[in-house]
């Protein structure tokens, strides 16, 4: 996914938006790393997709119930790469 804007909320779920390369139409829940350029900046488990696949729009969301604090690993917001470990 390339990730346009990031959402926290007080329960500590935090929400991805982007564009995601692949067909699927579900993403299930799966390990992934967070990237700048290549260099991997953290990992996370995502919980799966917000909103399945639809033809509303382009981006879609993808979300982690584990805490990441972003700042710390030097990212923003949005601008950053999330992939499969697998």
């Not at 959402?7 to 992934?32: M, Q, S, Y």
């Not at 909103?51 to 950053?80: E, M, N, W």
């Amino acid at each position: 996914m390339k990730v346009k804007d990031t959402f926290h909320f007080e329960n500590g779920r935090t929400v991805f938006v982007g564009l995601l390369d692949t067909d699927a139409k579900t993403i299930p829940p799966c390990d992934c790393e967070i990237l700048v350029g290549n260099e991997v900046k953290a990992s996370m488990r995502i919980d799966g997709e917000e909103i399945p696949k639809g033809k509303q729009a382009p981006d879609r969301a993808i979300s982690t119930s584990q805490r990441i604090d972003l700042a710390s690993c030097g990212v923003g917001r949005g601008g950053f790469i999330i992939r499969s470990k697998t």
